[in-house]
């Protein structure tokens, strides 16, 4: 499956952004999804995950209530609405697509994702 990540750009602290990822190639509700980021010197992070059918979804604490991780299996899309943006959110955001179903024990792990887009860059000013 290829994966095209779009939406990053520079935001004021407080404001949103959506993140969209569209996927192509294999059914997209056979794959699992997910949204990592890797901000200035740091390692790539889990951000959020979602299931196949969108019925079940993860979140990395620091996120929990301000971002939303959804998906659109008929578009082939998942989203990531992201809301109260701080400073520390800035990254380069990517989507990554796993083949098994989601895991309540892996989801947070880069090595549980098969397929990883291009990412997309977020810049929240202070």
């Known amino acids: 499956v ?4 779009s939406g990053g750009g520079l935001v004021q ?3 949103s952004l959506r993140l969209s990822c569209a996927a192509s190639g294999r ?3 056979q794959y ?10 740091k390692e790539r992070e889990f951000v959020a ?6 019925g079940s979804t993860y979140y990395k604490d620091s996120v929990q209530g301000r971002f939303t991780i959804s998906r659109d299996n008929a578009k082939n ?3 990531l609405q992201m809301n109260t943006l701080k400073p520390e959110d800035t990254a ?6 796993d083949g098994g179903p989601l895991s309540g024990t892996y989801y947070d792990r880069l090595s549980e994702y098969d ?6 860059e977020v810049t929240v000013s202070s």
């Open 77 to 79: 899309t998942v989203y």
């Open 115 to 120: 397929y990883w887009g291009q990412g997309t």
């Open 32 to 41: 699992t999804m997910g949204w990592f980021r890797q901000g200035p010197g």
């Open 2 to 5: 290829q994966l095209q990540a």
């Open 92 to 97: 380069v955001y990517y989507c990554a697509a």
């Open 27 to 29: 059914p997209f509700s």
């Open 13 to 15: 602290a407080g404001g």
């Open 49 to 54: 995950a979602i299931s196949r059918t969108g």
